[in-house]
């Protein structure tokens, strides 16, 4: 079967840096996104890795290693409107399908 | 209206009813998505669109319905619907290929809960 697996919960204090690691068993791997959603909230996107290597945007960065069907969201100089749920999501077959994970609960503390 | 809309945001029906929700985007995207969240699990995608086509049902059951009447709205009709379908229905689209962006934008969703 398909599935991405990441940590459920992760805890951190404010300024601190955390990653949230993604492993996925996918057909057709495309590429790997990630997703942001605060409670209540749409999910939103925060970034996508076609290729090998590490993509940065602002605080929040992503790596992606296909041939370790493995990447990660690094979030720096965390702030506590960075609590909520993070997804790694992987294209699968085309751009049309894409594979969420569970999604990682993060708590960020004073 | 900007970006991705859904009505309505809640709602309340019995296991013989039917019901209809729908989906709007505003941003020129020619696929979108049916999802479904329930508590603890992951997105589940549910049917694709493209170009108003169906090019995806990922093993839905019958008593949900689809309808992508253009590009720009999408309905997913319910009826005779379990207990353990209540869970969050979320529209998505995209602009597909992905070009230089793969974001899926989002609505809201519809909290549905089933009595």
């Known amino acids: 079967g398909q599935s991405l697996e990441q940590p459920s919960e992760v805890t951190a204090v404010e300024g601190a840096i955390v990653q949230i690691n993604c492993t996925y068993q996918t057909s057709g791997f495309y590429g790997l996104s990630w997703y942001q959603q605060h409670d209540g909230g749409a999910p939103t996107f925060l970034s996508y890795?076609?290729?090998?290597g590490l993509e940065e945007t602002g605080r929040f960065s992503s790596f992606l290693s296909r041939s370790d069907s493995y990447g990660y969201l690094l979030l720096q100089e965390l702030q506590m409107k960075d609590s909520a749920s993070y997804f790694c999501a992987a294209f699968s077959g085309g751009y049309n399908k894409l594979i969420f994970g569970a999604g990682t609960r993060l708590a960020v503390h004073p | 209206e900007t970006g991705v809309t859904q009505t309505p945001r809640h709602l309340v029906m019995g296991m013989t009813n039917k019901k209809s929700l729908k989906c709007e985007q505003h941003?020129?995207?020619?696929?979108m998505y049916w999802y479904k969240q329930s508590a603890k699990k992951p997105l589940e995608l549910m049917f694709v669109?493209?170009?108003?086509?169906?090019?995806e049902n990922n093993s839905v059951p019958s008593r949900f319905s689809p309808e992508c009447p253009n590009s720009s709205h999408l309905f997913l009709h319910l009826h005779t619907l379990q207990p353990e379908d209540s869970a969050l229905y979320l529209c998505?689209?995209?602009?597909?290929?992905?070009?230089?962006?793969?974001?899926?934008?989002f609505g809201p969703g519809t909290r549905l809960t089933v009595t």
């Open positions: 669109y493209n170009f108003k086509e169906q090019t």
């Open positions: 941003l020129g995207h020619n696929a």
């Open positions: 998505a689209s995209s602009q597909v290929p992905g070009g230089d962006s793969y974001e899926q934008y």
């Open positions: 890795n076609g290729l090998d």
